[in-house]
């Protein structure tokens, strides 16, 4: 609950904070909006990952300072763990020792955390971060509005996926307002790319296809695709959305390559149709419009399974549409 969350960050003085591997701007961003905030209020904080920062972030006031680490090498009073689903997510040994918060919007995330902040409602955990501020009579620095701004501008798509409230752009209209400069940020973002991603996006789209029912798009990317390209992790950011520019497309599936028949997959849909529901059947999760999952096997089999889930998603929600049936706002 916030309320504990707050009551921590006055009674103690320490804080360490993490997010996943691999992380996104949401993460990077709401780490770093935290760890500005806790060190204006007079606390030590530092943001520790696993791994290198996408480049796209590395922009952000203080993500030079970010540590990578394989474990915790430093006393705290408690790490902030942000936007994971598990304990695991952030590649980190150790933490399960560690006094835990665990901040995240994310309705499938676990309790893993000695206190757990989690709000479904919520567009980023940048605009959690952001309500955190206003909580503890802390105040918006330029700092803390660009990161938490890049937050936002990342996990709702530059405000055009549902998760974009009327709540999301009154407090982007805040962080504007305390110094954060949206042309910028966007830049930082969207035009940033390295051409290897070009390389890759050109191999990836041509192995698109549609399955039978015209309105799920499915595409694969290999090790080989990204070692040919000379990509690194990020520079396929987005690909997933592509095939949805199509009018016809309702639902998307892009599985990448990342071991032996091993195999992330990204999810996404758009209106009411629940990939998060898909995502979860196979061990996943994610948001209605947006979820992931790590499967293993044989590639072609994992994929019909998948999009034959993604299908049913979306002729339950065409049904729902059609009013032949009613169904829970959960289910969708």
Known sequence: MLSQVVELIENKQKFGITTHIKPDGDGVGSSLGLCWLLRSLGKQAEVVVRGDIPPAYRSLPGASDIRDVEKIDTEYD?????ECSDLERPGIAGLDREFTVNIDHHATSEHFGTVNWIDSTASAVGEMIYNLVKAIGGRVTKEIAECVYMALVTDTGSFHFSNTTERTLKVASELIKAGAKPAEISEAVYNNYPWSRIELMRQVIS???????????????????REEAGAIDGDNNGFVNIPLA???????VYMREVGDNVYRVSLRSKGDINVAR??????GGGHRNAAGLTIEGDWDEKEQEI????????EEAE??????????????
């Open 278 to 283: 898909v995502a979860e059947q196979f061990g």
């Open 78 to 82: 408690a790490v902030f763990v942000i």
């Open 319 to 332: 049904a729902v549409w059609a009013g032949d049936i009613t169904v829970s706002p959960d289910v969708l």
């Open 246 to 252: 199509a009018r016809d497309i309702l639902a998307t």
């Open 307 to 314: 999009v034959a889930s993604v299908r049913q998603a979306v």
């Open 207 to 225: 192995t698109v296809r549609r399955d039978a029912s015209g309105k799920v798009a499915f595409m694969r990317q290999t090790l080989k695709m």
